[in-house]
């Protein structure tokens, strides 16, 4: 249960502190349905009428959402660092491609050995049961479960940093990569041999943060978005290539076409 008893102050101030870090901590997570008003009320310790005053003013702030008989839900919360205005700039600009690996680069080495300093015994199941599925989904060759595990591990290791901005700026961040604006990772992981590169890379930040390893954890990290980024460009690189070869064989064939004709 992740919702505690409020011994003292039962008001619906104290039910907003509590939801409001809640999802500040990334507890709740942006789709999450909260408990049905009479259960979610008897965790809180709280009448109803509190519990509805509080759930209201979290609605007015859109931290959270009601649906007519479908209950209340988190609000989608994340990628507020970036506005739809900047996401249109992002898209109509290739450099923006080389900061953002840049800046994972950066952020994820740092939250990496935060992680290994950091990271509970809870936190530290959560990433081991990630990577066994991580582990199976690519021992049956599933890439499309394969890829989401690999999206739901690097979301565990920010959440283990226990960094609340840090968790936040990083959700917005891969909101960028999960609308597909830098690349695919389906694509990614059919580029032969990055299947295999990837989960050993994903193994060694694993055992990083497992050992207690801060340096290490970092530079694996930070080797794995290297490698991300080159593998990245040398795709985007030889489907130019593949897309020039297939022009100039159209085009030699048309002009072999117009010869053959006169």
Not at 64 to 89: A, C, K, M, Q
Request: proline content about 3%.
């Amino acid at each position: 249960m992740i919702f505690s008893s409020i011994s003292q102050n039962r008001t619906s101030d104290a039910v907003v502190n509590q939801l409001e870090r809640l999802i500040l901590e990334g507890v709740l997570r942006p789709g999450d349905k909260l408990p049905p008003e009479r259960d979610l009320a008897t965790q809180l310790d709280i009448s109803r009428p509190v519990l509805r005053d509080a759930l209201k003013d979290l609605e007015q702030r859109n931290l959270l959402r009601s649906r007519h008989g479908g209950g209340t839900y988190v609000s989608n919360v994340v990628g507020t660092v970036f506005t739809d205005e900047i996401f249109d700039l992002i898209r109509r600009h290739p450099k923006a491609q080389s900061d953002y690996f840049e800046f994972r680069r950066d952020m994820e080495g740092i939250i990496a050995e935060h992680a290994a300093l950091r990271a509970t015994d809870a936190d530290k199941l959560i990433l081991t049961r990630i990577m066994k599925s991580m582990r199976r989904y690519h021992e049956e060759g599933d890439l499309q479960k394969e890829s989401e595990a690999d999206f739901e591990f690097h979301q565990a290791i920010v959440e283990a940093s226990h960094n609340m901005l840090m968790m936040h700026t990083m959700r917005s961040c891969y909101r960028l990569l999960s609308e597909g604006l830098f690349y695919s990772r389906i694509r990614l992981y059919e580029w032969p041999g990055v299947q295999e590169a990837l989960l050993a890379q994903h193994e060694q930040i694993h055992e990083a943060i497992m050992n207690k390893q801060p340096k290490e954890a970092r530079i694996a990290a930070q080797r794995h978005i290297d490698y991300v980024e080159h593998t990245i460009n040398r795709t985007q690189q030889a489907g130019s290539w593949e897309e020039i070869s297939r022009m100039r064989l159209s085009q030699l064939a048309d002009r072999n076409g117009g010869k053959q004709g006169s």
